[in-house]
């Protein structure tokens, strides 16, 4: 099946210590997107990618860093420095500009 | 600054009505206006995707429809259903980037 996957579903995170969020996508997709979504709110971009290699900030990149390092993976990691990284953080695939994003399930991170 | 804004923010409607969701935008250069799906503690799923020279987009029981004159779309839910239970999400497309509104909480009654 082709697909978006997220892991964990859920993630624990302790004070000063950083995680990583893993996306992988089997639709050999050259675009991959994070997006960070609280409740009431619309999502908004932390970070994308267009290709191998390469990636841009989105509107709230602070506190947050990216890999692709393959064209199947777009890992986000949640840094010390981000002070309210509890959120549902969905990320999306698609071929090319103007084309439909696919999502993956999410994954929920919450601050012990 | 590229803002989407969704009205109603919920609503709640008897199986059988139809019913229109409301998406307007503040800038009207749209590359493409696209309306996802969203069921609790899920990721979203494409409904609809309207390219800024289309005026309309129909699947089924939905119809979605764009004026960018005006900076509004709104997404036609016929003959709804309790399956239909969902929040609605308008996307709009500048550039690269997608900017998203807060979302439409529908609950239809059964």
């Known amino acids: 099946d082709g697909g978006i996957t997220q892991s964990p579903k859920y993630l624990f995170r302790k004070e000063g210590q950083n995680v990583t969020l893993s996306c992988e996508q089997n639709?050999?997709?050259?675009?991959m997107y994070w997006y960070r979504q609280d409740p009431g709110q619309g999502l908004r971009l932390i970070y994308y990618?267009?290709?191998?290699?390469?990636?841009q900030k989105g509107d709230i990149a602070e506190g947050y860093s990216v890999s692709r390092e393959k064209k199947e993976s777009f890992p986000l990691t949640v840094t010390s420095a981000q002070k309210n990284p509890t959120a549902f953080y969905l990320c999306?695939?698609?071929?090319?500009?103007?084309?439909?994003?696919?999502f993956g399930p999410g994954t929920r991170l919450l601050v012990l | 600054k590229q803002e989407v804004t969704q009205i109603p923010a919920a609503l709640s409607v008897p199986e059988g009505e139809n019913l229109v969701l409301n998406c307007s935008f503040t800038?009207?250069?749209?590359?493409?206006l696209q309306w996802f799906r969203q069921d609790p503690g899920k990721g979203l799923t494409s409904l609809l995707l309207?390219?800024?020279?289309?005026r309309e987009q129909t699947s089924g029981r939905l119809n979605a429809s764009l004026d960018k004159s005006s900076g509004r779309s709104t997404l036609y839910i016929a003959a709804s259903q309790p399956g239909d239970s969902a929040t609605y999400l308008c996307?709009?497309?500048?550039?690269?980037?997608?900017?998203f509104g807060a979302g439409t909480i529908l609950r239809v009654k059964s």
């Open positions: 999306a695939s698609r071929t090319g500009g103007g084309e439909t994003q696919y």
């Open positions: 639709l050999n997709h050259d675009a």
């Open positions: 990618s267009q290709i191998v290699n390469d990636f």
């Open positions: 800038d009207s250069a749209i590359y493409n």
């Open positions: 309207i390219q800024s020279s289309q």
């Open positions: 996307a709009v497309e500048y550039g690269n980037k997608l900017v």
